[in-house]
């Protein structure tokens, strides 16, 4: 089978190969298939480059997706025959090892002794989450919403299990738009300090402006809905960046020009989201024989920042959450059943998911998925270790790589990713994919 795929993928060459694993990337990241994974699994095959994929690397990955569904099957045999179940358990389950696969077979372009990255390489490692914000947007402006956006999330155009579900009033929650829209965030900063060698790689500025647009719409509807982790880790990254521009460039003056336009800009979003926010609203009509005066009402605003919601909860709550008093009794749940089926276990009242993807899995499905998960992550840190402090890559890519574990690793200690969306969970073994295949060409070299 992969003999013939090779030979049939031969007669493709290298850019159209590029571009069919970016239009499935894109494909992926619009989620308008969610429901017919089938079409990706067969994509997926088709673009898989076999003979990458024989490492000891992906014979952990292919142990952990086994152990997770054969503990599945024990816990509910209906999986096997029912092909309902088949396409939301098992399905998502083998798009997540092909994607792992798919990341292993990513070249990276070199000059001279450097790994480096490309126009390609960026979309490779963006085009899911911008795909996903494009649509987020085109969601915002052609669907009414609620105004101003709240915390229960918004309405989007592609399918919604929350609206198949009739639950949350039909609105995908801001959590799992969390997950997307924090990466695209980190776009704005890389383009920022690094505009010029983008576009010395083939970016044109129009096509950075239009990134720079979106990011900038991604903060301004995570401050509406009151998203504290999107800024949360949107100021680590902003800095990290900051930081390692000034140690690797030294210069001052660029330095003070780009935090002087970080702040007009971040003071020019927040005067706008407060001008939203005290739109007046009309109470009654005074008609008269002559005059129609609308009797308005101005929601009580205030132009200070200590007013917004988003700052309210920086402030009170900070990074405390009552979900972190979870873990504990979820790792008890996981060892009072070590071969699953904890699912049903209370940590809280109506609480039964421990928002921590390695507890959950390890709750829900045993001891041995949550190990084995656990030694893929380590196994991906220390790659990831590894190709910051080498010095055969080039610092754009290893800051990209870097700044998106900044992203999803905090996520997943967080939020309960693979329960709640398995695409962004098979997003994140693509980008362990990479993790391994750059640390092959470190090894090789």
């Known amino acids: 089978m992969a003999k013939l795929l090779s030979l049939f993928k031969g007669k493709l060459s290298s850019e159209s190969d590029n571009i069919l694993l970016l239009l499935f990337l894109c494909l992926l990241g619009s989620h308008f298939l969610d429901y017919h994974l089938y079409v990706f699994i067969a994509f997926a095959i088709f673009l898989i480059k076999w003979r990458t994929i ?31 179940l088949i396409q939301e358990v098992l399905f998502p389950g083998i798009l997540i090892l092909l994607m792992y696969f798919l990341g292993l077979g990513i070249k990276i372009k070199q000059e001279g002794i450097l790994f480096i990255s490309d126009k390609r390489m960026f979309y490779l490692l963006f085009i899911f989450v911008i795909s996903y914000t494009f649509f987020i ?41 969390t ?16 505009f010029q060698k983008l576009k010395k790689r083939g970016f044109y500025t129009i096509e950075l402006l239009l990134l720079l647009g979106l990011s900038f719409f991604v903060l301004y509807i995570s401050a509406i809905m009151g998203r504290r982790t999107v800024f949360v880790l949107f100021a680590l990254v902003f800095l990290f960046l900051f930081f390692t521009y000034v140690v690797n460039y030294r210069n001052i003056k660029k330095v003070l020009f780009l935090l002087t336009l970080m702040a007009i800009l971040f003071y020019g979003i927040k005067t706008y989201i407060n001008q939203q926010e005290n739109i007046p609203e009309v109470k009654a009509m005074l008609v008269t024989d002559n005059f129609i005066i609308p009797i308005v009402q101005y929601p009580k605003q205030s132009l200070n920042i200590e007013d917004s919601v988003i700052f309210n909860k920086l402030t009170h709550k900070g990074l405390k959450d009552e979900r972190f008093s979870w873990w504990q009794k979820s790792f008890s749940v996981m060892l009072d059943h070590p071969f699953g089926g904890g699912y049903d276990e209370y940590l809280a009242p109506g609480i039964k998911l421990t928002h ?15 190990i084995l998960f656990l030694l893929v992550t380590l196994v991906h840190i220390y790659y990831l270790i590894q190709i910051f402090f080498s010095g055969q890559i080039e610092n754009l890519l290893k800051y990209q790589l870097v700044i998106i574990a900044m992203g999803i690793f905090p996520i997943m200690l967080i939020e309960p990713v693979f329960n709640s969306d398995k695409t962004f969970f098979a997003y994140i073994f693509f980008y362990f994919g990479i993790l391994a295949r750059t640390h092959l060409y470190i090894c090789k070299k």
């Open 356 to 370: 921590n993807v390695w507890l959950d899995m390890g709750k829900d499905l045993g001891i041995l998925p949550f």
């Open 137 to 177: 947007l085109w969601s915002y402006l052609a669907i009414p919403q609620d105004n101003p956006l709240t915390g229960l999330g918004m309405y989007v155009c592609f399918p919604n299990p929350y609206q198949r579900a009739n639950i949350n009033g039909g609105h995908l929650i801001s959590t799992i738009l």
């Open 179 to 194: 997950y997307y829209l924090t990466l695209m965030t980190f776009i704005l900063p890389i383009i920022i300090f690094y």
């Open 54 to 84: 024989y490492t000891m690397n992906a014979l952990l990955v292919f142990f952990f997706i086994l152990s997770v569904y054969i503990t599945w099957i024990f816990l509910d045999v209906r999986i096997i025959y029912q092909f309902r």
